[in-house]
């Protein structure tokens, strides 16, 4: 795995063209570039080893969900928030094939020369127009064809979107509509489907009514029974609307990616629950390999090496890595944790093994892969000079050695 640049002379012209042709619309967060200067390269060994690792993890996190939902009385210690707790039940003819399933494992090289795994993004992972556009324009701008390839995501999740959905059905892709991070995501999706001959609406969790075992578009001028319901809006933000517009999401049997059967891993508590998963004959070997220790917060007590992270976190924020955290931030999470000990967990801290470019320079990677339908997909990659991968990071290309 390396770090290898963009020509300086060639970067501004392919960051403007992320911009403008490859849905990069958040170019910069806060008074930091998130779009990087170089491409991560990882070897053909290093990309079979992922893809074993992946799909183990996804078979495994695929059938402790299944387990869970069948024997609710064993997520106590997800410790979901309340409202989801009351819908979640719901979520009683499950069928697995009617869906598309999406995940993002995040891997992290380690000084012992292994992977570490901080999480899966189970419910709704982004970054898929930087999985997709930006590995190719950067295999075009250092003209490096012939001695890397890339994957695409998109086109992945695209052919399973095919395969579940009739040819020219109605999808409506759920989002929060006031963000544009959200909509080029969706955008980015829209567009390769209604190249697939897809009639596509753009909406919030609200525009779309369950009834009778059909979901119907409630938007104006795009009223009318959907085909598939894609949200990408947070389960856990999705209960901050009006209980009426969100229940049914989990009852409903309208094909989905993805369903709230996700928020099971999503949790960071998920760990808290794989020694009884595994009295259940739910193997759990893979995660317990790639995972560092977790525990419940009271547990971790005294002990070193430990740093807490909020149940529901997203993009690496509320993490307490003392070294990545500015100003009061450590104290002020040391703080929530004291006073809301269940809305975390403690996990033995890993030491990342931070990769140098040819100026000395120093970045510390987090890569993403995906997996639908239990399938890799597609890889999506961040850096960072801080420890924590943090909205503050750099979206970078991923590309594979030739063999």
């Given at each position: ?272 629950v794989w020694d009884e998963l595994e009295k259940n004959g739910i193997s759990m070997a893979t995660w317990r390999e790639l995972l560092p220790e977790t525990l419940e917060v009271k547990d971790a ?59 000395g320079e120093q970045f510390h990677v987090c890569l993403g892969c995906y997996t639908v339908d239990g399938k890799h997909a597609g890889y999506y990659a961040r850096i960072s000079k801080s420890l ?13 050695e030739k063999a």
């Open positions: 795995m390396k770090l290898i640049p963009i020509p300086k002379e060639k970067y501004d012209e392919y960051k403007l063209t992320l911009m403008f042709d490859c849905y990069k619309w958040d170019p910069q967060y806060l008074d930091n570039n998130t779009v990087a200067p170089y491409a991560l390269v990882i070897t053909q060994e290093e990309h079979k080893e992922l893809v074993q690792y992946i799909e183990k993890l996804d078979k495994e996190t695929t059938a402790a969900e299944e387990y869970l939902n069948q024997h609710q009385e064993l997520i106590k210690p997800l410790a979901l928030p309340k409202r989801i707790r009351r819908e979640i039940h719901k979520i009683t003819n499950y069928e697995p094939d009617k869906h598309v399933r999406l995940k993002r494992y995040d891997f992290h090289p380690t000084i012992e020369g292994k992977w570490a795994v901080s999480e899966v993004n189970s419910d709704v992972p982004g970054g898929y127009a930087e999985g997709s556009f930006m590995p190719k324009l950067a295999l075009e701008t250092i003209d490096g064809e012939d001695k890397y390839w890339c994957m695409n995501f998109g086109e992945n999740l695209v052919a399973a979107i095919c395969s579940k959905v009739r040819a020219g059905g109605r999808i409506m892709l759920v989002h929060c509509t006031s963000y544009s991070d959200d909509r080029q995501v969706m955008q980015f999706l829209g567009d390769r489907l209604k190249e697939k001959g897809f009639e596509v609406i753009y909406g919030a969790a609200d525009h779309v009514k369950f009834e009778n075992g059909k979901a119907y578009s409630t938007l104006d001028g795009n009223e009318g029974v959907l085909d598939m319901v894609y949200r990408y809006t947070p389960l856990e933000w999705m209960i901050e609307m009006r209980r009426k517009y969100y229940k049914d999401y989990y009852g409903s049997t309208v094909p989905t990616c993805n369903h709230p059967i996700a928020m099971y891993a999503q949790t960071k508590r998920f760990p808290l007590k005294g002990k070193e090496g430990y740093i807490y992270k909020p149940a529901c976190g997203r993009v690496g924020d509320g993490i307490s890595i003392k070294e990545a955290c500015v100003d009061d931030e450590y104290k002020k999470i040391l703080k929530d944790v004291k006073w809301h000990p269940k809305k975390y967990l403690a996990q033995k801290k890993f030491i990342a093994k931070p990769l140098e470019t040819e100026e924590r991968i943090d909205s503050n990071a750099a979206d970078t290309p991923v590309l594979i």
